[in-house]
C-alpha cells in the first residue's frame, strides 16, 4: 500500500525501550526510511531503569546515553531528545565514543512492554490495521 505520492525520508514516531513500534520499525527499514525517535527517554524514565543503569556503569556513561546509543546502533534510526539544560544537550551528544555489544542491545530490546508516553485525545488508534 502506497502511503504518499512523494518520497518520504524519514518517519518520525514515540519510540524507546518500553515502546519499540516493531510493524513500523520494520517497515521503515523496509522502506529506507529513517526511523526518527521522539520522546526517546520515556519522558525521564530510562534514568531509574535498573538494566539501563547496569549498562551505563559498565561504559562509564548515564542511562540515557546508553538509550540513545541502543536506538543508533539498531539501525536506519535516530533520536530527537528534548533537552533545555546546555549540560543534557553536550551529554545527549557524546554517545559516539562506545558501542554497545549485542547481548547489551538484546537486554535493553527486552525491556519492550508496549508503554506509550504520549496519546493524546486527538491520536489515531494506534493498533488499528
Not at 3 to 32: R, T
Not at 62 to 88: C, E, F, Y
Request: glycine residues 2%.
Amino acid at each position: 500500500q502506497q502511503i504518499s505520492d512523494a518520497p518520504i525520508f524519514a518517519n518520525q514516531v514515540e519510540f524507546h525501550p518500553y515502546l519499540q513500534e516493531k510493524p513500523i520499525f520494520d517497515y521503515c527499514h523496509d522502506e529506507d526510511i529513517l526511523l526518527t525517535a521522539y520522546s526517546p527517554i520515556a519522558r525521564g524514565r530510562v534514568a531509574d531503569d535498573s538494566i539501563l543503569r547496569e549498562v551505563a556503569e559498565t561504559h562509564g556513561k548515564s542511562p540515557v546515553q546508553i538509550t540513545l546509543r541502543w536506538i543508533l546502533q539498531l539501525g536506519d534510526t535516530m533520536a530527537i531528545p528534548k533537552a533545555a539544560n546546555p549540560d543534557h544537550i553536550r551529554a545527549n551528544f557524546d554517545i559516539f565514543d562506545f558501542e554497545l555489544a549485542p547481548i547489551e542491545m538484546e537486554r535493553i530490546s527486552a525491556l519492550k512492554n508496549n508503554d506509550r508516553m504520549i496519546d493524546p485525545e486527538f491520536a489515531p488508534d494506534w493498533n488499528a490495521r
